[in-house]
């Protein structure tokens, strides 16, 4: 079958594609910007990239009208601009009207679960794009998955930095809001088991796990996994934006994410049971479970997608990455270096793992500072470090960096600061001729912009000095 995904950089569509691609299928993946586009798809003859943007309906002409089944997997949890419900249903009626166009014969939508009569914002939202999909061109097929549990997803992640960081906890009393936690291995069964499934058309179906646990239970039993002994205290006086605060200053998560959360974390969800698992043979497994294969994917260095490198996860660079790109050249402050290159493999090597965990190779702890200031200023910080030790793509997050262009055969590396600043920085580095060159661009706003050059150009000195020094050192 023709199979289109949307969403397809987004943390479930990056997942299912190769499930589509395994089971012999034709998949078009829409994209907003092509740079983002896993480069593995480039290899494989039965994938087709097309950019494509739902709220621009003009950018929608490139896709093929052959299409037998398509996945709605725009969603937008993080999103900070005001108007994130009227945006997702603009997406959601473009999206219907282009594919009224089409042979399409199946939609299959991932919502969220939606049984309880108070809603937080994004699950009203996701609950009126069902409505908006509905037609009588094409059959609606509707999943509704409450916390998915993988390596990468918000949740594992939150949950992680929140057993791993503290001991002991005092939290809110949402922690006792219950849920059905779901494997995103079991999410992707579903998803790719109903594509041309007759009997799924027009059905809407809650997904869930076996159990039915709260918060506190799976973040004591996320520790059980990892042989960690935890104590939870949880307390009534925590007020919604004294919790996002907790969950922004604790874990990797952004302010907007966590108020989000933390909105959506008051709801119980609870799904409807229905036969489901016996239609397409799934028996989902349990949150230990899910947990302890999660850290099998992180220990393999495996990790297919994560929702840190959405382009949202921290409000700051929402447009196409080509947009950033060239560099600037006029208005702006730059500190270039260069050096010999002796081993040019091993200096692209340590450029590829730069951040993270391997840190920036000198004054780690100044870098280490400006990240603790950033995120005392409502900013990133380092807290997303990276989802991959050694390899870069096109739209990772890379500690309070984006990745902008990658490319180890052309030995070139382009990062944009997402940090927060008076201005623009990019961070480039580049070998030539066996020479690396290394710059910093900075482009000002305002006075403050100026101001913030000069005064941290003491600093830049002898940091971008020993970094390029690490970088050719063997």
Not at 228 to 241: A, G
Not at 349 to 378: C, E, M, P, S, V
Not at 416 to 423: I, K, Q, S
């Amino acid at each position: 079958m023709n199979i289109l995904v949307t969403g397809a950089t987004g943390y479930i569509g990056k997942r299912l594609i190769p499930f589509l691609l395994n089971e012999g299928h034709t998949v078009i993946c829409i994209v907003r910007d092509r740079l983002r586009a896993d480069k593995s798809y480039a290899e494989d003859e039965n994938i087709f990239v097309i950019e494509g943007d739902f709220l621009k309906p003009e950018t929608l002409n490139d896709i093929p009208k052959k299409i037998d089944v398509a996945y709605y997997l725009i969603h937008s949890m993080s999103n900070s601009s005001k108007d994130f419900e009227s945006l997702e249903e603009r997406c959601a009626v473009n999206f219907k009207k282009y594919i009224e166009t089409t042979d399409t014969q199946q939609v299959i939508y991932l919502s969220g679960i939606t049984n309880e009569e108070k809603l937080s914002k994004h699950l009203r939202s996701r609950k009126n794009v069902e409505e908006i999909l509905a037609s009588n061109k094409y059959a609606l097929t509707i999943f509704k998955a409450g916390i998915i549990v993988g390596s990468g997803s918000s949740s594992f992640e939150i949950i992680r930095d929140l057993v791993e960081k503290l001991p002991f906890m005092i939290a809110p009393k949402w922690l006792n809001t219950k849920t059905q936690p779901l494997a995103v291995r079991d999410v992707l069964t579903f998803l790719s088991s109903a594509a041309g499934n007759k009997k799924l058309y027009n059905k809407t179906y809650d997904v869930f796990g076996p159990e039915i646990l709260t918060y506190k239970e799976m973040l004591l039993q996320f520790a059980e996994v990892r042989e960690l002994k935890r104590y939870i205290l949880t307390v009534p006086v925590m007020t919604p934006k004294l919790s996002s605060y907790w969950l922004y200053f604790v874990t990797s998560t952004s302010y907007k994410l966590a108020t989000s959360l933390v909105d959506s974390m008051g709801v119980q969800i609870i799904g409807k049971p229905s036969d489901i698992n016996k239609i397409l043979n799934v028996n989902p497994i349990t949150y230990k479970e899910a947990v302890s294969l999660a850290f099998e994917k992180i220990e393999q260095n495996s990790i297919v997608s994560s929702w840190k490198d959405s382009m949202v996860s921290s409000g700051r660079l929402r447009n196409q990455l080509h947009k950033y790109v060239n560099v600037p050249k006029y208005g702006c402050f730059k500190d270039y270096k260069e050096r010999n290159v002796t081993n040019s493999e091993l200096t692209i090597n340590k450029i590829w793992a730069i951040g993270g965990k391997t840190g920036w190779y000198y004054g780690t702890f100044l870098w280490q500072i400006r990240g603790y200031i950033d995120k005392l200023f409502g900013g990133i910080g380092l807290r997303r470090g990276r989802t991959s030790p050694t390899e870069l793509d096109a739209g990772d997050a890379l500690d309070f960096w984006r990745v902008i262009f990658a490319n180890k055969e052309q030995q070139k590396l382009l990062l944009y600061a997402e940090m927060r600043l008076p201005g623009e920085a990019w961070l480039e580095f580049k070998i030539e001729d066996n020479i690396l060159k290394q710059t910093a661009t900075f482009r000002p706003r305002g006075l403050w912009g100026r101001l913030y050059w000069y005064s941290v150009l003491p600093f830049h000195g002898f940091i971008f000095r020993g970094m390029i020094n690490k970088l050719v050192n063997a």
